[in-house]
């Protein structure tokens, strides 16, 4: 079965970019869809942005036009690429998988986090 490994994130002043990365590592047959997730201190957990296996993509609104959602089907890894970065998307960035393990057994994995911090 596979299993998340995420890449990326770090500190970064306002305004800057970063990239993070995540790829599902195992024996899988398909994934219908990643994205990433984010979770502030003293907030619960949202949705930032997912690319499903038909290629369509959903933002978060307030990172719409900043962030951007790829996926390499080939290497079945995902990037989010983040610009012109705000204080408030400070928080520790998840990735997650919907992963077909085979033809009829569905998975859902979790990457274990990381950290971004958007800060002067």
């Known amino acids: 079965q596979g299993q998340l490994v995420e890449s990326g994130g770090g500190l970064v002043q306002p305004g800057g970019s970063l990239r993070l990365s995540c790829g599902v590592s195992g024996s899988i047959f398909s994934i219908n869809a990643m994205g990433w997730y984010r979770q502030a201190p003293g907030k619960e957990r949202e949705l930032v942005a997912v690319?499903?296996?038909?290629?369509?993509?959903h933002y978060l609104e307030s990172v719409k036009g900043r962030f951007t959602i790829s996926r390499d089907n080939a290497k079945n890894t995902t990037h989010l690429q983040m610009n012109s970065l705000k204080p408030k998307d400070t928080a520790v960035y998840y990735c997650?998988?919907?992963?077909?393990?085979?033809?009829?057994?569905?998975?859902?994995?979790w990457g274990q986090g990381t950290q971004v911090t958007v800060s002067s």
């Open positions: 997650n998988a919907h992963v077909m393990v085979t033809m009829y057994i569905f998975r859902e994995y």
């Open positions: 690319i499903y296996s038909s290629g369509n993509t």
